[in-house]
């Protein structure tokens, strides 16, 4: 399988198939998610690690043959319509399927659908701790409005004195417990949408720097082929040769390009999947804390002589864990346009801004026009 060199920035060695979507006998199975880096995609200097110009538009028929080699993987791997590396157990998912095809076919990029897949998971593993945090405060906020509601009437009464005066000492720390939990929920709630804008924030830098080079290299290489010309005057099938190989470039960059969206839309999807399921577990998981606390609440013997003081702290206990309760769910969510706003996707240089269907037809209609030009003024010199 293909390697990117990720440290020099140029293209590997691959095992690129046979010509004529024939299958290569041996081909290694993709990985099912692209290795993991170990440190940051951008350089110390801040710029995106490129692939060389240099081993695009080489002369060197090495550097081409190995850049055609991965042309190849793209253009001449057949679609595997029963996948080579699945067994008799169950059938990868479809995202996993079609994740796998990509990392096959695009090795070149590895290293920024890496960051991409790191990306997602980080989201998912935010959204995790998010969620516990959530559950956890609630119940602690539950646990404190019931140790108050078994302590007030007793131990704060005799704090300060009078039975009223100890109703109304807890009732107000009950409160206080309400405000605690909410201010509480509020900073961790920034924080935790402060990390996701910035994670956000950086992968869109990325995806910005890679498209903008995939779409200098593709526009190098359709200006290229024209400028061969001067080159090539008196040698036509090795002009021929040179646009055949700077044409399958071309179209291979667009694909790159294509394929990245396409990888980040699989990614993204499988975001929003997440969330939705999460969100189910927060509706089953909210009452699941709250219900044993109103059943302890419930059942709970009051204070001996001081039984209308405990009632009123129990109902109000009751109220305010039922507000808690309410809060921990409807309020503090991850918003749907959480990454969608952040990810700025309306900056990044689109796959359907390279416009290849009519870069690659228009880039034949001169070359024909060329040549009738030329016939006309080789029939009109004789």
Do not use: C
Not at 30 to 59: H, M, Q, T, W
Not at 135 to 146: D, E
Not at 192 to 215: A, G, K, P
Not at 219 to 233: F, K
Request: aromatic letters at 12%.
């Amino acid at each position: 399988m293909s390697q990117y060199d990720d440290h020099h920035g140029h293209l590997g060695h691959t095992t690129a198939p046979p010509p004529g979507a024939a299958d290569h006998a041996d081909r290694e199975a993709p990985p099912v998610r692209p290795p993991r880096r170990s440190g940051p995609l951008r350089a110390a200097d801040g710029i995106l690690n490129p692939i060389s110009d240099s081993e695009y538009f080489s002369e060197d028929p090495e550097a081409t043959e190995r850049v055609s080699a991965h042309i190849d993987e793209y253009f001449n791997q057949p679609l595997d319509i029963f996948p080579f590396w699945e067994t008799e157990k169950k059938p990868d998912r479809f995202h996993v399927l079609f994740a796998r095809q990509i990392e096959e076919r695009f090795p070149a990029d590895v290293d920024l659908r890496s960051h991409i897949y790191e990306y997602g998971r980080r989201v998912f593993d935010a959204l995790r701790v998010h969620q516990f945090v959530k559950r956890l405060n609630q119940a602690l906020a539950l646990a404190g409005l019931g140790a108050l509601t078994v302590l007030g009437p007793a131990y704060f009464g005799g704090w300060v004195g009078d039975e009223m005066g100890g109703v109304a000492l807890a009732a107000g720390a009950m409160l206080l417990v309400l405000g605690v939990y909410w201010g509480i929920q509020q900073i961790l709630f920034i924080q935790y949408r402060f990390r996701l804008e910035n994670d956000s924030y950086q992968l869109s830098r990325e995806i910005v720097q890679r498209t903008r080079e995939l779409q200098n290299l593709f526009t190098q290489g359709r200006a290229m082929a024209d400028q061969a010309e001067t080159r090539y005057q008196q040698d036509g099938k090795a002009w021929g040769q040179r646009a055949l190989y700077l044409t399958r470039l071309v179209m291979w960059l667009g694909a790159r390009m294509e394929y990245l969206e396409k990888y980040v839309q699989m990614e993204l999807w499988r975001v929003r999947r997440e969330r939705y399921w999460m969100r189910w577990g927060a509706r089953i998981f909210t009452p699941a804390v709250f219900i044993p606390f109103a059943w302890w609440l419930a059942v709970q013997p009051p204070v001996v002589g001081h039984e209308p003081a405990f009632r009123m702290l129990q109902g109000l206990a009751a109220v305010l864990g039922l507000i808690i309760t309410a809060m921990s769910y409807l309020m503090w969510r991850t918003p749907t346009s959480a990454v969608q706003d952040k990810l700025g996707i309306e900056n990044w240089v689109r796959y359907a801004s390279l416009d290849v269907d009519n870069s690659v037809a228009d880039q034949v209609r001169r070359d024909k026009e060329r040549l009738v030009e030329y016939r006309a003024l080789t029939r009109g010199g004789r």
